[in-house]
């Protein structure tokens, strides 16, 4: 079995670029392949001038943080951070002044003289976090370096490895599967899936123009919805209902052959509540209602269709929506997506 193919990307010197994908799309084997931790059957890996596919993992000057990271369990947390610069033979004094400012940057230097097995998880990873920081390699490669952390520790530290990094201007590529944390840390992201690259490009046009129906799913909390329509003479029909086409996507339709069957994409924040059922586009019944605080999270089912697909939306506050309201929905036509129900092309996006 191949575990990921044809993968080619070049990272700029300084620059911040995210993995993400899906559990098993092969993140950690890239990174590996790039940590020289596994090899790869054929291609090459160049780090700055140099090709290192036979370089030794020990000489690659990569720093790498695991998903399982391991600290040393019979070292304190200050000779935990300092091991490596000792091995290189960094004298003990400038290696406390930088192990304290990794500590002071990291939060941990309330914790420098204790043992592994006296931290929690979240000051563990801290600490593995620290002992790659600490070594000023030329690469930083992190695999999930926040999975252990609860969700506000998650966010500090997220927060603060994004100051490290504009701080400190390492190169660093990060795996994750949480597209928050990809959306807020990369300068570029690379979407993977079943071992392959969908698209590489900034957060945004990501998050605008996805180049297929995996990433536009992906990317986006809740995800996009996905309605399966027909597509006849600028008129989408979802169901017995009829959305009408903006002209920029019908031109765009136009020049495509056989279109029958799409895929419409249409985010959660882009579909409203309307009163009437003359401005709606789609009928539907709300399922779920999820208060959020700032908004609702309403789930619910379209009407009129023999398949019935879930669809999200967000509801304001005052729109007091309960279980089993018919509900009259307004979509956003500018914002729709259009893709190939087969390959899952984007044919078309705002
Ligand atoms: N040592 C191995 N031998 C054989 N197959 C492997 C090995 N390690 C990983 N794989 C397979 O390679 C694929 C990619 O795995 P990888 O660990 O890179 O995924 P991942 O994207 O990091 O997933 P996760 O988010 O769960 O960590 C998976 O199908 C996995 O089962
Ligand atoms: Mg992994």
């Known amino acids: 079995m191949t575990a990921v193919a044809e993968i080619t990307f070049e990272v700029p010197d300084g620059q911040f670029w995210v993995l993400v994908g899906p559990s098993g799309c092969g993140k950690s084997t890239i990174l590996r392949i790039i940590a020289g931790l ?9 780090i700055g001038e140099q090709v ?52 002071d940057a990291l939060n941990l230097s309330a914790l420098l003289d ?52 504009q701080r400190l201007g390492v190169t660093t590529i990060y795996v994750t599967h949480d597209q928050v944390e990809a959306m807020t840390l990369a300068d570029q992201i690379v979407v993977l899936d079943r071992g392959r690259i969908q698209q590489i490009s900034d957060p945004q046009t990501l998050y605008n ?12 909390s809740p995800p996009m919805n996905i309605l399966p329509a027909t597509y006849k003479q600028g008129e989408f029909r ?34 409203h509540i309307v009163p009437a059922a003359e ?16 908004e609702s999270l309403v789930r619910a089912r379209w009407l009129g269709s023999a398949v019935t697909p879930v669809l999200t939306l967000h509801a304001a506050p005052q729109q007091l929506v309960r279980p089993g309201d018919r509900l009259f929905l307004q979509f956003d036509l500018d914002q729709l997506h259009v893709f190939d129900p087969a390959s899952g092309k984007t044919l078309g996006y705002p």
């Open 114 to 165: 204790r043992k592994p097995r006296q931290l929690s998880g979240g000051q563990q990873q801290r600490v593995a976090l620290g002992r790659a920081i600490v070594r000023q390699p030329q690469v930083f490669l992190l695999d999930e370096p926040l999975s252990n952390l609860d969700a506000q520790l998650r966010d500090d530290t997220r927060a603060e490895l994004k100051q490290l990094h």
């Open 38 to 46: 596994d090899r790869a059957t054929s291609g090459t890996v160049w």
């Open 209 to 220: 123009q996805p180049a297929n129906q995996m990433v536009a799913t992906f990317l986006g």
């Open 52 to 103: 290192v596919n036979h370089v030794p993992a020990r000489q690659r000057d990569v720093a790498m943080v695991f998903q399982n990271y391991a600290l040393y369990p019979h070292m304190t947390v200050a000779e935990n951070l300092g091991f490596g610069l000792q091995m290189r033979g960094v004298d003990p004094q400038t290696r406390r002044k930088q192990v304290e400012a990794v500590a």
């Open 279 to 294: 401005a709606a586009h789609l009928n539907a019944e709300a399922i779920v209602v999820e208060p959020l605080g700032r």
């Open 238 to 271: 979802v169901g017995q209902h009829s959305v009408p086409c903006p002209d920029r996507l019908r031109l765009l339709l136009q020049t495509l052959p056989n279109l029958d069957s799409v895929h419409l994409g249409i985010r959660p924040e882009h579909v």
